[in-house]
């Protein structure tokens, strides 16, 4: 059985949710979220509480449990507070700048590279190694934090490229003569 599914999901007070059958609809003070599951799962809503509640013992059904109360929490969480993630990019010449919808990386390359920022995520730069991505979807917020930090991964010599803010990086010696 899923510790994570059977726990109820608070809602706090500025948050509405709106249910039809698999598809919850969260709406909050940062912005409004929806989402469609699929699988063998019931959404109910009692008393200011999320519950979620597998509808056969399969396999599948207990995993998505887990999953959806997870998901529905992340975008109660979204909507409410929002999501913050900061990046660094070390390396020297490497640095970004915000250009309209654009996020311009400059990474030691022959070209700059151009990546479309979404709508629904907002870039600060304090620095311009540093970037700010604040959003309401937990899940976009992580993957267009993932194409970025795919431009110029961190490597293990110099640890040159872009990174979370707070993730190690296993350092390598380098050649011995």
């Known amino acids: 059985m899923s510790r994570v599914g059977k726990l109820p999901i608070t809602i706090p007070e500025g948050v509405k ?15 409004e979220l929806s989402k469609t599951f699929k699988g063998n799962i019931a959404i109910s ?3 200011n509480k999320l519950l979620v509640k597998p509808l056969a013992a ?5 995993a998505m449990w887990g999953t959806a109360r ?4 992340n975008m109660v969480t ?12 070390n390396g020297v010449g490497y640095r970004a700048m915000v250009k309209g919808k654009y ?7 022959s070209h700059n590279t151009k990546i479309e920022i979404p709508s629904d995520i907002k870039i600060e730069m ?3 190694n540093i970037i700010i991505l604040e959003g309401t979807d937990k899940e976009k917020l992580g993957q267009f934090a993932s194409i970025i930090i795919k431009q ?14 707070n993730q190690f990086i296993p350092r390598k010696e380098g050649k011995k003569n």
Do not use: W
Request: charged fraction near 30%; aromatic fraction near 4%; charge should be positive.
């Open 17 to 31: 949710i709106g249910l039809n059958d698999l598809e919850v609809k969260i709406s909050g003070p940062k912005g």
């Open 126 to 128: 304090p620095k311009q």
């Open 58 to 62: 399969n396999k599948n059904a207990r």
């Open 70 to 73: 997870s998901i529905i929490s």
């Open 78 to 89: 979204g909507v409410k507070e929002g999501f913050k993630l900061k990046l660094e990019i």
């Open 45 to 47: 809503l009692a008393e």
């Open 152 to 165: 110029r991964p961190p490597e293990p010599y110099k640890g040159k490229g872009i990174k979370f803010e």
């Open 103 to 109: 996020l311009n990386l400059m990474l030691a390359k």
